[in-house]
């Protein structure tokens, strides 16, 4: 099979958008995309290879015009969800309808038509490590922190701790994936995300959106700002970061070889780009100091919150998440290439041109 006919829900957003823009790059794909935003893609509206409806997908008006697309289609990418951590606990009712009801609803017109489903699931389905369980743990045996698609447990805390709402979801929707696949022969693809990082992430509260964003966008806030660094309880979580273009090259090559892809989970991340949330946070600041030309930045104030007064009751933290990517290597041919400074500084770069830049200028 060759594609050429995409569905892509979420089309607008961060991932979204950096497929949209390399599929109609590439020039030899037809796709039609949901989102409730078009701020990201305003620059494709008007592509005759992008049909665009700015609205719900799964409401009942446009129930007709997805299920017309979907039998139309090669390929649906499912990649809207509510995936923001600071939402988890607070509208765990939302964060559950998006990333499982919807799936549902999605696969059931897609086992309809037999139709090959991508679906953005997260890393967050593995929780926390096995490692962190353990009393005097210090993540000095991988098989406790490493984390495979196909065998390493997914650990998740308890109901009450409503972070887990997200992971939960995306959990449930793997397995009614996978059930398609088995019971009705629908073929799959999903992939668990690390960290994604790069221009248009999330939005820049009381500029882009309100709210509270992820890590990214809360730094460079705090440094357009001019308010301090907030490390949640005391920033010792740690991260793997992978670059946008990165994660695109991966569902592109999905796309490009769908017989390595169908029937598979993959982590997309890198782990050669670790670093704990307080690292990241210095790094951030001083790619600030650089960009922006000035070196005050190299000291912007960093201070320590609690979990709770951050987020709120019933937040948890995942402590780290080490990718094992030797599946998409094998697989697909793929993994990362870029390292942890391009990634930051890129992203730092964009944020300051975009945002910063003109605050400078007016002070
Ligand atoms: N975090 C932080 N300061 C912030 C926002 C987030 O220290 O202003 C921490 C958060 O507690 C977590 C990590 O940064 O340990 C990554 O947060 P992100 O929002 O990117 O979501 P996650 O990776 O947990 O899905």
Same mark, same amino acid.
């Given at each position: 099979?060759?594609?050429?006919?995409?569905?892509?829900?979420?089309?607008?957003?961060?991932?979204?958008?950096?497929?949209?823009?390399r599929?109609?790059?590439?020039?030899?794909?037809?796709?039609?995309?949901w989102?409730?935003?078009?701020?990201?893609?305003?620059?494709?509206?008007?592509?005759?290879?992008?049909?665009?409806?700015?609205?719900?997908?799964?409401?009942?008006?446009?129930?007709?015009?997805?299920?017309?697309?979907?039998?139309?289609?090669?390929?649906?990418?499912?990649?809207?969800?509510?995936?923001?951590?600071?939402?988890?606990?607070?509208?765990?009712?939302?964060?559950?309808n998006?990333?499982?009801?919807?799936?549902?609803?999605?696969?059931?017109?897609?086992?309809?038509y037999?139709t090959?489903?991508?679906?953005?699931?997260?890393?967050?389905?593995?929780?926390?490590?096995?490692?962190?369980?353990?009393?005097?743990?210090?993540?000095?045996?991988? $098989?406790?922190?490493?984390?495979?698609?196909?065998?390493?447990?997914?650990?998740?805390?308890?109901?009450?701790?409503?972070?887990?709402s997200?992971?939960?979801?995306?959990q449930?929707?793997?397995?009614?994936l996978?059930?398609?696949?088995?019971?009705?022969?629908?073929?799959?693809?999903?992939?668990?995300?690390?960290?994604?990082?790069?221009?248009?992430?999330?939005?820049i509260?009381?500029?882009?959106?309100?709210?509270?964003?992820? %890590?990214?966008?809360?730094?460079?806030?705090?440094?357009?700002?001019g308010?301090p660094?907030?490390?949640?309880?005391?920033g010792?979580?740690r991260?793997?970061?992978?670059?946008?273009d990165?994660?695109?090259?991966?569902?592109?090559?999905?796309l490009?070889?769908?017989?390595?892809?169908?029937?598979?989970?993959?982590?997309?991340?890198?782990?050669?780009?670790?670093?704990?949330?307080?690292?990241?946070?210095?790094?951030?600041?001083n790619?600030y100091?650089?960009?922006?030309?000035?070196?005050a930045?190299?000291?912007?104030?960093?201070?320590?919150?609690?979990?709770?007064?951050?987020?709120?009751?019933?937040?948890?933290?995942?402590?780290?998440?080490?990718?094992?990517?030797?599946?998409a290597?094998?697989?697909?041919?793929?993994?990362?290439?870029?390292?942890?400074?391009?990634t930051?500084?890129?992203? %730092?770069?964009?944020?300051?041109?975009?945002?910063?830049?003109?605050? $400078? $200028?007016?002070?």
């Open positions: 099979m060759k594609v050429k006919n995409i569905v892509l829900l979420g089309c607008g957003g961060f991932i979204g958008s950096h497929l949209l823009d599929l109609l790059a590439d020039g030899g794909y037809n796709v039609v995309g989102d409730f935003s078009a701020d990201k893609i305003a620059g494709h509206l008007d592509n005759p290879k992008f049909r665009f409806y700015q609205s719900d997908a799964f409401s009942e008006g446009t129930a007709a015009d997805l299920d017309n697309a979907v039998k139309h289609s090669d390929v649906v990418i499912s990649l809207a969800a509510i995936c923001n951590p600071s939402r988890y606990n607070t509208e765990a009712i939302a964060t559950i998006s990333n499982f009801t919807e799936v549902q609803k999605l696969a059931e017109v897609c086992a309809k037999k090959w489903m991508i679906h953005a699931s997260t890393c967050e389905v593995y929780g926390r490590t096995m490692a962190s369980y353990l009393p005097d743990n210090s993540y000095d045996n991988p $098989a406790l922190y490493e984390q495979i698609e196909d065998e390493t447990p997914l650990i998740m805390g308890p109901i009450q701790n409503q972070r887990w997200y992971a939960c979801a995306k449930l929707s793997e397995r009614l996978h059930a398609y696949h088995v019971e009705q022969h629908m073929p799959i693809t999903m992939f668990r995300p690390y960290n994604f990082f790069g221009p248009r992430m999330d939005f509260p009381g500029r882009t959106g309100d709210g509270v964003p992820r %890590v990214l966008a809360c730094f460079v806030t705090a440094l357009l700002d308010t660094m907030k490390l949640v309880d005391g010792h979580a991260r793997a970061l992978l670059y946008i990165d994660a695109v090259d991966a569902l592109e090559r999905m490009q070889m769908p017989q390595a892809a169908q029937n598979q989970t993959f982590n997309l991340g890198a782990r050669q780009n670790e670093i704990s949330i307080r690292d990241l946070a210095v790094m951030m600041r790619a100091a650089d960009v922006s030309g000035n070196p930045y190299r000291s912007h104030p960093i201070i320590e919150v609690s979990g709770l007064d951050f987020y709120g009751k019933g937040y948890e933290d995942c402590d780290r998440r080490v990718p094992n990517v030797a599946k290597r094998r697989l697909l041919g793929w993994e990362a290439k870029y390292g942890l400074e391009e930051i500084n890129y992203t %730092v770069r964009y944020f300051y041109d975009e945002f910063g830049r003109e605050s $400078a $200028a007016a002070e």
